[in-house]
């Protein structure tokens, strides 16, 4: 399967201090979905952001983004990326992410379409004094649709702040896909919106990866991924900066990923039962909760069998998802 692929990249903000990303390699099949999930705070907005070539002029980053999809023919590659895409090793596409010249690289890529980015603020996309049609005749885009994505065409009249939150977001994925992109990245695009508008959203992301494009799209809600996405769309799970596991979206919802972790993430879903998250170092290899997680770790054995640890939880109701939420600690560390 062709894929996008994100190799050894670390951020580290200008501030300095620890890394919010840390050597994370990511893989983003063609023609799918991949749902990005994690705790708050564990680097989802940051690594989308850096996806969009969106991060600070000054922070100090490291690895490359193939954008070829695994394509061997450079001349095939470039038809597809631009002809003015980064060289390395031979291969058009692939760019240096810690470099000014990837940056521009990712620029042009977004101003062609080809990179779409939807934002989570998506308020923040689009100026307060042009109504949205001015905005997307200035983008190039003469006539938008909004009617697949359950909008009336006459809120192009509009200025944005005269939209709710959960209409300017699908305004502005309808912005990411007047073009055909090769990568669509989504931060949370169904936050806001309720299970019909969720669904009706995935729905559309789902078109855009039949298209042939490589969708990465960041999500709280698991009910909502369970509901509409392909069993054969892929899930990353992060923490602390790391993809720990990625699997298949069928086997991440039958907690049978390889990583701990990822079973105990899984688990936490309404539909799984709103269990707690039994943390310890033993989880992740020696890694632990850095300062400002919003979720204190907690004591308990590793994750066994998954019925073993069902039945502990069962049996300490006083640590279940709710209290855990009732005792979140504040100052998150900005890397939501």
């Known amino acids: 399967m062709n894929t996008i692929a994100l190799t050894h990249c670390s951020l580290r903000l200008p501030s300095g201090g620890a890394h919010i990303l840390s050597d994370l390699t990511v893989t983003l099949p063609l023609g799918r979905i991949t749902w990005l999930v994690g705790e708050s705070g564990a680097g989802k907005s940051t690594l989308c952001n850096l996806l969009a070539g969106l991060t600070p ?46 940056r521009k690289q990712l620029a042009r890529l977004r101003g062609r379409g080809e990179l779409a980015w939807a934002p989570q603020n998506a308020m923040d996309t689009f100026p307060r004094h042009l109504r949205l ?11 938008p649709d909004l009617g697949p994505y359950g909008l009336a065409n ?40 309720d ?26 809600d698991l009910s909502g991924m369970a509901r509409n996405a392909r069993p054969d769309d892929h899930v990353a799970v992060i923490f602390n900066g790391h993809i ?17 972790y990822s079973r105990a993430l899984a688990a936490a879903a309404p539909d799984a039962g709103a269990h707690s998250l039994p943390l310890t ?51 998150a560390d900005g890397a939501a």
Not at 133 to 143: P, S
Not at 244 to 260: E, H, I, P, Q, S
């Open 154 to 193: 006459t809120m192009l009249e509009r200025y944005p702040h005269e939209l709710s939150g959960g209409q300017i977001s699908r305004v502005s994925l309808a912005a990411a896909l007047a073009h055909t992109p090769r990568l669509l990245v989504c931060d949370e695009p169904t936050a806001g919106l």
């Open 281 to 331: 170092e033993g989880h992740l290899g020696g890694q632990s909760y850095r300062d400002g997680d919003e979720l204190r770790r907690l004591d308990g054995a590793l994750l066994g069998g998954n019925d073993d640890w069902a039945q502990s939880n069962m049996t300490r109701p006083e640590e279940s998802l709710l209290g855990e939420t009732r005792a979140m600690r504040g100052g």
């Open 133 to 143: 049609r001015q905005w997307f005749h200035r983008a190039g885009i003469d006539n």
């Open 244 to 260: 720990v596991d990625t699997c298949t979206v069928d086997t991440f919802l039958r907690m049978g990923a390889d990583n701990a």
């Open 57 to 102: 002029t000054r922070a100090d980053v490291t690895g490359h983004l193939d954008m070829t999809g695994g394509c061997q023919d450079s001349r095939a590659a470039g038809h597809r990326v631009g002809v003015g895409s980064e060289r390395i090793n031979g291969s058009v596409g692939n760019i240096d992410m810690g470099t000014r010249r990837g």
């Open 195 to 220: 299970p019909r508008q969720a669904d009706a959203m995935v729905a559309i992301l789902d078109g855009c990866a039949r298209t042939g494009a490589a969708v990465f799209a960041v999500t709280h």
